[in-house]
């Protein structure tokens, strides 16, 4: 059998993950590289544009249904209002009719987007090591050597800069300095119940510009775009720059300050914006540059995150290619400079046109956008890119075991995939919380996980067949093929099984014909509730279900009166302490199937 081609990925953001998880699906050998102790865990929201969602589905449909189902889609009819500091409407632009159906515009939660990349590319089989920074790399006859920043070097046969806009592997390949500070600062946040309502809009003043965006559930994420000389306001940290900002927006029109106000320091992200021109070159032999590493443009097109999924979708396929490595990131470099030049160019024309510090430039922009109704930027040719038709590969492989580890007591593990389904319609409800809670316990130990409720796919109204017509069923689907466990929470006001549960499971006669199929998998039940009788008899129900999808071995399960406190130490007996030891079997049990490469494993069954 032929070696399989390794790649190190230096830099675990959107570009980077999004890389791993495509390359790692296609076969290859994947290792991520991460400066940071944990990925994703801060940031506000982030706006994908069509181009960018066809690309996370050209890199695997499961990555498109997982960003359809956390993120907010506009309505086809809904407007982004451009107004001025005063309050004075411009114009209105449409936001809704971005678009071809399958490829919506959609604002995700950052953190989200990195989560379900992450997920994504561990399922296919990549490593992730954190705490690990490239700092530069040598290229030898026929492999990389990737310097670290502990001393070490590691071999590879190709290397991938995805490790930002201070990038150390572009440094080491192109020594073309720092980015360009642009004159401004970025203050991002988000803020729960507005007067502004669930309708996006950009308020220009001098100086200042906010751009707010609704993200569902009554919650808008707001960026303030500050003219201001370099590191003034990161310096200030997250708290400081919110009171600074209020003070700065003093006689503006009053929601958008309270907008402001009523936002939580602690979701506050500060960081001075900059680009580059575009790059001679993006390929070294067998490196290459992608994302901001290779193209950091300003956010006024919003097209960051878009074309770093764009970048990876193409990368992906060209080093699955049956070329060689050198040859195949020239072809990469090829198809994307040319574009993402284009993309940086027009992002810094239509920023200079909107960034208004003084009163003269607040004129002119507002002079300009009132007769035009929006700001004069084409969009068609950005948003309307389409990935190549992806060649496939005759047979097939199996990917290998996830790994994940860090620098801090480095361990290597299989890495098992957790399904948890909460059978609850009321979005934060109880069972949800459970949900989260044992999620985040599948994390701490090593396994990644996805929570599917009762409200995001509308469990009721499935009925099986459904996967063809509706994505977040696909993406359901694809999430139980890919399952080694599956944990079931049910409310048990129903007396028995939830209803909804039942039919959530219904989903299951989809993935192998019209018999319910989960065999080989290891099942966990809780049941939510403070009536003693009835969590009894949702538990009975729950266990007679998991005998009947084939779990292995017998199905476990936990009776709970609420949901638990944040993961940590508990008392012995307790029910969190009950709850994180059946966690632990069915993690236990799946990382013994992805250890045993996923085959069906018999047990016991009713």
């Not at 699906?25 to 506000?44: N, Q, W």
């Not at 590319?121 to 690990?132: R, S």
């Not at 195949?328 to 040319?338: I, N, Q, T």
């Amino acid at each position: 059998m032929a070696r399989k081609r390794s790649v190190v990925v230096a830099g675990g953001g959107i570009g980077g993950l999004a890389a791993a998880a495509g390359m790692a699906a296609r076969g290859l050998d994947v290792t991520v590289l991460e400066r940071a102790e944990r990925i994703g865990t801060g940031g506000s929201g982030l706006v994908l544009q069509p181009n960018g969602v066809r690309a996370a589905d050209a890199l695997d449909p499961r990555i498109g249904a997982r960003i359809r189902a956390v993120g907010h889609a506009p309505r086809p009819e809904e407007v982004r209002v451009l107004m001025d500091a005063r309050g004075r409407v411009l114009a209105e632009e449409p936001v809704g009719a971005a678009g071809v159906p399958g490829a919506p515009r959609i604002l995700v939660p950052r953190s989200a987007l990195h989560r379900a990349l992450l997920d994504e590319a561990l399922a296919a089989g990549a490593a992730v090591v954190l705490a690990a920074a490239v700092t530069g790399y040598r290229v030898r006859p026929g492999h990389v050597a990737v310097e670290l920043s502990d001393g070490n070097v590691t071999g590879c046969d190709a290397l991938v800069g995805a490790d930002g806009v201070h990038s150390a592997v572009r440094a080491r390949m192109l020594g073309d300095g720092p980015p360009r500070y642009r004159g401004y600062t970025s203050v991002r946040g988000r803020t729960t119940g507005s007067a502004l309502g669930q309708r996006g809009c950009v308020v220009d003043g001098h100086g200042i510009r906010l751009l707010v965006v609704p993200a569902g559930e009554e919650t808008l994420y707001w960026t303030a775009e500050i003219t201001a000389p370099p590191r003034t306001w990161p310096a200030k940290g997250p708290a400081g720059a919110r009171l600074a900002l209020l003070d700065a927006l003093e006689g503006w029109y009053g929601p958008v300050v309270d907008l402001v106000r009523a936002a939580a320091p602690a979701d506050i992200v500060v960081t001075d914006v900059h680009d580059r021109d575009p790059a001679p070159r993006w390929v070294d032999d067998r490196v290459a540059l992608l994302g901001d590493a290779a193209h950091p443009m300003v956010p006024a097109l919003g097209q960051g995150a878009s074309l770093a999924l764009e970048d990876a979708a193409v990368l992906a396929d060209a080093l699955a290619s049956p070329a060689g490595v050198s040859a195949s990131l020239a072809a990469y470099a090829r198809e994307r400079m040319d574009r993402a030049a284009a993309v940086v160019l027009a992002s810094r024309r239509l920023d200079d046109l909107c960034r208004g510090a003084g009163r003269a430039g607040e004129r002119r922009r507002n002079a300009h956008i009132t007769p035009a109704g929006r700001t004069g930027a084409d969009l068609d040719d950005i948003v309307g890119w389409r990935p190549r038709p992806r060649r496939r590969e005759p047979g097939g492989t199996t990917a290998p075991a996830s790994t994940v580890r860090t620098k801090k007591g480095a361990t290597v593990m299989g890495a098992p995939h957790i399904v948890l389904v909460s059978g609850s319609l009321r979005p934060g409800s109880t069972c949800d919380r459970v949900a989260q809670w044992c999620a985040r316990q599948c994390a701490e130990q090593g396994a990644s996980a996805r929570v599917f409720t009762g409200a995001e796919i509308d469990f009721p109204a499935y009925r099986p067949g459904s996967a063809d017509a509706h994505a977040a069923v696909a993406g359901f689907l694809c999430e139980l093929r890919a399952a080694d466990g599956v944990i079931l929470v049910s409310p048990t006001y129903h007396a028995t099984v939830s209803g909804l549960l039942k039919n959530a499971l219904d989903y299951v006669n989809d993935i192998d014909g019209p018999v319910p199929y989960l065999q080989g998998r290891a099942i966990g039940t809780v049941a939510v509730g403070s009536a003693a009788r009835g969590a009894i008899s949702t538990l009975t129900t729950l266990r007679t279900i998991g005998h009947a999808l084939r779990g292995w071995p017998t199905p476990v399960g936990v009776a709970l009166a609420s949901a638990p406190e944040q993961p940590g130490d508990h008392e012995p007996g307790s029910d969190a302490a009950r709850l994180a030891e059946m966690v632990a079997q069915v993690v236990w049990m799946g990382r013994a199937r992805a250890a045993n490469g996923r085959s069906a494993a018999l047990g016991a069954v009713a």
